[in-house]
């Protein structure tokens, strides 16, 4: 497997592969870095050119990830990458590039996109749907039937109620308990939340 980026997102990935007992792990990186413990850190080949192993991107920011893997999209397969210590229900679907990191519960009929990060101790309960590139962040909580659209970020210890629709690249603050839902394209933070922010979509 390898593993695109090599920053602290990306050493905490590494050892969700060892965990997975991933024979063959490989670190890329844009940047001039030296090695990632054991690991020698590559540049990356040329744009173009077929990639035989599978990839995970681990660049935490969800607009530079997707830009990556549209980049890539051609030439390279995308793996999963999910700790031995998660709970996935057998009902759950989890897409290609997912990260799914220790302590994460997702239960039954949820479908999670492709390039999502569930982070540390989130919690994604039944029925819920999560676009491509969204971010839930280490204890955050969604419950039932929660829809959140394309590169959303949940933030740290949010809590979503049921049925709650949030839309497309927003940012939800750390600790927002959300009992509404939330447009596209905005920030909304406390408790409750309230909208603080509305950025204009890129073009």
């Known amino acids: 497997m390898i593993v695109y980026g090599a920053s602290g997102h990306g050493k905490v990935i590494i050892e969700i592969l060892e965990s997975m007992h991933i024979p063959h792990i490989e670190i890329w990186d844009d940047a001039d870095r030296d090695a ?13 050119t077929a990639v035989k192993d599978n990839m995970i991107i681990s660049i935490g920011v969800n607009a530079t990830r997707k ?3 549209e980049r890539l999209k051609d030439s390279v ?19 290609e590039g997912t990260v799914v990191m220790a302590g994460v519960v997702v239960n039954a009929d949820t ?3 492709k390039h999502c990060i569930l982070n540390t101790n989130a919690s994604i309960d039944h029925d819920c749907v999560l676009g491509d590139y969204v971010h839930i962040s280490p204890n955050a909580t969604l419950s039932g039937d929660v829809h959140v659209g394309e590169g959303t ?13 949030i839309g497309k690249w927003c940012n939800i603050g750390a600790g927002a308990v959300i009992i509404k839902d939330i447009p596209d394209h905005v920030t909304a933070v406390g408790n409750p939340a309230r909208i603080i922010k509305v950025k204009e979509p890129e073009k």
């Open 77 to 95: 397969s995308y793996g999963t990458a999910i700790h031995a210590s998660t709970y996935i229900s057998k009902r759950a679907t989890i897409g």
């Open 111 to 113: 479908v999670v996109g």
């Open 36 to 48: 990632v413990w054991e690991y020698a850190v590559k540049k990356p080949l040329p744009q173009g």
């Open 153 to 165: 970020h949940i933030g740290s210890g949010a809590s979503v109620i049921q049925g709650i629709r």
């Open 67 to 69: 830009k990556v893997a």
